[in-house]
């Protein structure tokens, strides 16, 4: 069964930084892209940041470019989300989500469970 | 700040079709990219509905189709039933923002 668990939310002030883990399981996890997702409470679903298989090309929402880092980790089947320059905006659960097939028009299975990040002071 | 439009509202009695539509522009469903669903049960994780603009994976009942024209996309749910009450975000890609878009999600309540 293809699972994948995120852990490392947690309270933050504005400033900080926090470092997103996304455990996967179930399939082969380097061949895969892989991507971040937010949602805002009581808000919709925003696109964070994705991360291809192979080289491992990077993509950004502008929302978090310059302040953010995505990366895996293949040997440990773990992606992450190096959150840095963290405002209050960023408050939101974040899921990580397996990219089901390679390009543009590709969608999102499974997702994790999700990881609350809250931005305060 | 989604760039794909929904209504925020639908709702419908156990047995009826409710459709929800997803609107996008030259940049995104437009531009021919794909359109795909997710269901948001209250509290939990989007899960796959549609991929694809009308395929359904294994286990998604065949109550629930899903239909793409011009910039816009449609989801339907045909015989309503209490289970279905959730959220229901289209995603899709922007050619202009190098990004992948959601809309702004569709609550159904079932009265």
């Known amino acids: 069964e293809v699972q994948l668990l995120e852990s490392g939310g947690g309270l933050v002030q504005p400033g900080g930084s926090l470092r997103l883990s996304c455990a996967a399981s179930?399939?082969?996890?380097?061949?895969?892209?892989m991507i971040w997702v937010r949602q805002a409470p009581g808000r919709g679903l925003e696109w964070v940041s994705g991360?291809?298989?192979?080289?491992?090309?990077?993509h950004y929402a502008d929302s978090v470019k310059g302040r953010f880092t995505i990366s895996r980790d293949n040997s440990k089947n773990t992606l992450y989300l190096q959150m840095n320059s963290l405002r209050a905006e960023d408050t939101a659960v974040y899921y990580c989500?397996?990219?089901?097939?390679?390009?543009?028009?590709?969608?999102?299975?499974?997702w994790g469970q999700g990881t609350l990040v809250t931005v305060s002071s | 700040q989604s760039v794909l439009t929904q209504p925020p509202s639908v709702s419908g009695a156990p047995g009826q079709r409710v459709t929800i539509s997803c609107t996008g522009s030259?940049?995104?469903?437009?531009?021919?990219?794909?359109v795909h669903w997710y269901q948001q049960l209250p509290g939990t994780a989007p899960k796959l509905l549609i991929y694809?603009?009308?395929n359904r994976p294994s286990g998604v009942p065949d109550r629930f189709s899903g239909s793409k024209s011009g910039t816009s996309a449609s989801l339907a749910i045909s015989g309503l039933q209490a289970e279905d009450e959730a959220d229901y975000h289209c995603?899709?890609?922007?050619?202009?923002?190098?990004?992948?878009?959601f809309g702004t999600g569709t609550k159904v309540t079932v009265l």
């Open positions: 989500a397996k990219k089901a097939v390679v390009g543009t028009s590709g969608w999102f299975d499974p």
């Open positions: 179930g399939f082969r996890f380097s061949s895969y892209g």
């Open positions: 991360i291809s298989a192979g080289i491992s090309v990077t």
């Open positions: 030259s940049s995104n469903i437009g531009a021919g990219h794909d």
């Open positions: 694809g603009n009308s």
């Open positions: 995603q899709s890609y922007d050619s202009s923002l190098s990004a992948y878009v």
